[in-house]
């Protein structure tokens, strides 16, 4: 049996027609305007969850950045206070060389004496650098510097213990260093050491004696800075596969989330052409009729 097809039903399909063609065209609109594929969950929920999880790991990432860019700058910071350390003990081991000859006054081997008494100061210094006020060479400690101003000095830190940054989920990096390994503590620090070469030369004794053992702390120092630059090295290498990794993740989210300005600019165009055809369509078919002029 036909069903009947009237005027009304016809008007109605013609408005259902419409009405889904301009809904579509508003949407592409908004798409155009924002250039996101997804504006709002409903949009559509299983790239709107991919989308929030792709921003939740990048997130993360950019933590992970922030982390290895402070761990540089621990690391540097003790790169250059072991540089410098260096320096001064290699002027300290010039300087007992200097004093040990026969041939020089009292006059002399005081003013040596003052030289590496400063430089003693200036080590101590050195080991006691910081950064955004935090020792580098004291551990997890927080205390105000890594070694006492006491004579000998002392290590305050918390030995055995460290300072770490995360840089991806699986890996962390340790940022500080050990000054009682490095620089040693009380009577057998390099602090004691060089306070031992000044008595020595106010005492008229040769200081020679000591030139072995400021070998072994210059050692200990290079050491710690070789040490250090390995960690700068691992740093490094966490960046450059962070960097991969958030490129990686923003372009799987912009495939998710984002849409191409030429492609929606091309809907668009297409999808108004389309709803100007159904209105054209609809009003030939429609025609008004004499019920129309008699409401």
Same mark, same amino acid.
Not at 28 to 51: C, F, H, V
């Given at each position: 049996? +036909? *069903? #009947? &097809?009237?005027?009304q039903?016809?008007? /109605? !399909?013609?408005?259902?027609?419409?009405q889904? $063609?301009?809904s579509?065209?508003?949407?592409?609109?908004?798409?155009?305007m924002?250039?996101?594929?997804?504006s709002?969950?409903?949009?559509?929920?299983?790239?709107?969850?991919q989308?929030?999880?792709?921003?939740?790991?990048?997130?993360?990432?950019a933590?992970?950045?922030?982390?290895?860019?402070?761990?540089?700058?621990w690391?540097?910071?003790?790169?250059?206070?072991?540089?410098?350390?260096?320096?001064? +003990? *290699? #002027? &300290?081991?010039?300087?007992?060389?200097q /004093? !040990?000859?026969?041939?020089?006054?009292?006059? $002399?081997?005081?003013?040596?004496?003052?030289?590496?008494?400063?430089?003693?100061?200036?080590?101590?210094?050195?080991?006691?650098?910081?950064?955004?006020?935090?020792?580098?060479f004291?551990?997890?400690?927080?205390?105000?510097?890594?070694?006492?101003?006491?004579?000998?000095?002392s290590f305050?830190?918390?030995?055995?213990?460290?300072?770490?940054?995360?840089?991806d989920?699986?890996?962390?990096?340790?940022?500080d260093?050990?000054?009682?390994?490095?620089?040693?503590?009380?009577?057998?620090?390099?602090?004691?050491?060089?306070?031992?070469?000044?008595?020595?030369?106010?005492?008229?004794?040769?200081?020679?004696?000591?030139?072995?053992?400021?070998?072994e702390?210059?050692?200990?120092?290079?050491?710690?800075?070789?040490?250090?630059?390995?960690?700068?090295?691992?740093?490094?290498?966490?960046?450059?596969?962070?960097?991969?990794?958030?490129?990686?993740?923003?372009?799987?989210?912009?495939?998710?989330?984002?849409?191409?300005?030429?492609?929606?600019?091309?809907?668009?165009?297409?999808?108004?052409?389309?709803?100007?055809?159904?209105?054209?369509?609809?009003?030939?078919?429609?025609?008004?009729?004499?019920?129309?002029?008699?409401?």
């Amino acid at each position: 049996m +036909l *069903n #009947r &097809v009237t005027n009304q039903m016809m008007s /109605a !399909s013609a408005q259902r027609n419409l009405q889904s $063609a301009q809904s579509r065209l508003a949407e592409l609109q908004e798409r155009a305007m924002t250039l996101k594929n997804i504006s709002r969950p409903s949009d559509n929920p299983a790239g709107a969850a991919q989308a929030i999880a792709m921003r939740a790991q990048l997130s993360a990432a950019a933590q992970y950045g922030t982390n290895i860019s402070d761990g540089n700058g621990w690391l540097a910071a003790a790169d250059t206070a072991l540089g410098q350390s260096t320096n001064i +003990l *290699n #002027r &300290v081991r010039d300087l007992v060389v200097q /004093a !040990s000859n026969g041939t020089l006054n009292s006059t $002399a081997k005081e003013a040596i004496a003052v030289e590496i008494e400063g430089l003693g100061k200036d080590l101590l210094t050195q080991a006691n650098t910081q950064y955004l006020g935090r020792n580098v060479f004291a551990g997890s400690s927080d205390t105000v510097g890594a070694f006492t101003n006491t004579t000998p000095p002392s290590f305050v830190g918390t030995g055995g213990s460290s300072v770490e940054r995360r840089v991806d989920p699986a890996r962390t990096v340790r940022v500080d260093s050990d000054g009682g390994a490095i620089f040693g503590d009380g009577a057998g620090s390099v602090f004691a050491l060089v306070s031992d070469v000044v008595a020595d030369i106010r005492s008229g004794a040769d200081p020679n004696g000591r030139l072995a053992a400021l070998g072994e702390r210059i050692k200990a120092v290079i050491d710690g800075r070789s040490d250090v630059g390995m960690r700068q090295t691992r740093l490094g290498q966490a960046q450059d596969s962070l960097e991969g990794m958030k490129a990686t993740l923003e372009t799987q989210r912009a495939r998710v989330e984002d849409t191409d300005l030429g492609k929606a600019v091309m809907d668009l165009k297409l999808q108004e052409t389309n709803y100007q055809v159904a209105l054209a369509v609809t009003a030939k078919v429609l025609q008004p009729t004499l019920m129309d002029f008699l409401r």
